[in-house]
T-cell receptor
Framework: AQTVTQSQPEMSVQEAETVTLSCTYD???????LFWYKQPPSRQMILVIR??????QNATENRFSVNFQKAAKSFSLKISDSQLGDTAMYFC?????????????????FGAGTILRVKS | NAGVTQTPKFQVLKTGQSMTLQCAQD?????MSWYRQDPGMGLRLIHY???????DQGEVPNGYNVSRSTTEDFPLRLLSAAPSQTSVYFC?????????????????FGQGTRLTVV
């Protein structure tokens, strides 16, 4: 079974600064996806960034980038130029890539989450 | 663009009552699932479906029932509510992950239902 660990329950950062959220995972799978989801106070789950395990290049989406270390099973999220709107709970999640059409591969395994507060 | 619609947004139940959380998606996704979110535990999978007429249990299925009679709808039933079922519930839908090595996948979530059982 896969597990996802987010060791930072809460973090804070000053507006315009950079912050890194940590995530480690445990799996015996070789092909999988990793995600960071953002959950603002509205409770909506919003996909921030996605990484496919077979891709060595780290994913980036505007101010968000990841540091994917497959051998170390680490998947950290870096937020540059932090904005007040980045204040939210952030979840790291794992999804394995299945080979069978009828196996449900879209099960997400989530970490416990990190509350990020951006201060002005 | 409706996406995934969950109702109700809030609900208070008495212990022993039953109710159904509704979930509908308009993206023609084959996969649908229900998660519950509890403090310090992230989201955990309750039940899931790979298509109409096919459902299976996730990590925490006890006390819940599901059915999938259409592609669009995936209701979650609480048979006899207990205080331990106080939580925030999310419905999600997605398409199957491509079997080749390229392509993306993403789960789309509803806005959640905050359920309190007293």
């Amino acid at each position: 079974a896969q597990t996802v660990t987010q060791s930072q329950p809460e973090m804070s950062v000053q507006e315009a600064e950079t912050v890194t959220l940590s995530c480690t995972y445990d799996t015996s799978e070789n092909n999988y996806y990793l995600f960071w989801y953002k959950q603002p106070p509205s409770r909506q789950m919003i996909l921030v960034i996605r990484q496919e395990a077979y891709k060595q290049q780290n994913a980036t989406e505007n101010r968000f980038s990841v540091n994917f270390q497959k051998a170390a099973k680490s998947f950290s999220l870096k937020i540059s130029d932090s904005q007040l709107g980045d204040t939210a709970m952030y979840f790291c999640a794992f999804m394995k890539h299945v080979l069978s059409r009828w196996e449900y591969g879209n099960k997400l395994v989530f970490g416990a989450g990190t509350i990020l507060r951006v201060k002005s | 663009n409706a996406g995934v619609t969950q109702t109700p947004k809030f609900q208070v139940l008495k212990t022993g009552q039953s109710m159904t959380l509704q979930c509908a998606q308009d993206m023609n996704h084959e996969y649908m699932s229900w998660y519950r979110q509890d403090p310090g535990m992230g989201l955990r999978l309750i039940h899931y479906s790979v298509g109409a007429g096919i459902t299976d249990q996730g990590e925490v299925p006890n006390g819940y029932n599901v059915s999938r009679s259409t592609t669009e709808d995936f209701p979650l039933r609480l048979l006899s509510a207990a205080p331990s079922q106080t939580s925030v519930y999310f419905c999600a839908s997605s398409q199957p992950i491509p079997l080749n090595r390229t392509g993306n996948t993403e789960a789309f979530f509803g806005q959640g239902t905050r359920l309190t059982v007293v």
